[in-house]
């Protein structure tokens, strides 16, 4: 079970902290990703980082802003949103799977509720 936390209004140029908690599973194991959905638009990722943090994957669109991370001891990955725009106003979601970093939607076999990001410009 994935449950994300963290997302509210947030003023341009404000920052969020997203959190994601994977319960029920080798937490360790499981790929990470945040992916965000905005009205009308298709899901796309975000971020993502592997098992260890070792690897990790940006999106173009929040290089420098968004910095992704996790703690396996508490089995939750986080989303550091900085400089944040109205662009950024969706709802996240956080995903896992066991197999590699992957960039689409189908990579993912586990996905959480989301939490719903806005930025008032």
């Known amino acids: 079970q994935l449950q994300a936390s963290g997302g509210g209004l947030v003023q341009a140029g404000g920052s969020l902290r997203l959190s994601c908690e994977f319960s029920?599973?080798?937490?360790?194991?499981?790929?990470m990703g945040w992916f965000r959905q905005a009205p009308g638009k298709e899901r796309h990722l975000v971020s993502a980082?592997?098992?260890?943090?070792?690897?990790?994957y940006y999106a173009e669109f929040v290089k420098g802003r968004f910095t992704i991370s996790r703690d396996n001891a508490k089995n939750t990955v986080y989303l550091q949103m900085n400089s944040l725009t109205s662009e950024d106003t969706a709802v996240y979601y956080c995903?896992?799977?066991?197999?590699?970093?992957?960039?689409?939607?189908?990579?993912?076999?586990?996905w959480g509720h989301g939490t719903l990001v806005t930025v008032s410009s």
């Open positions: 029920g599973h080798t937490f360790s194991s499981y790929v």
């Open positions: 995903a896992a799977d066991l197999d590699q970093l992957g960039v689409r939607p189908w990579d993912y076999h586990y």
């Open positions: 980082i592997s098992w260890t943090g070792d690897s990790k």
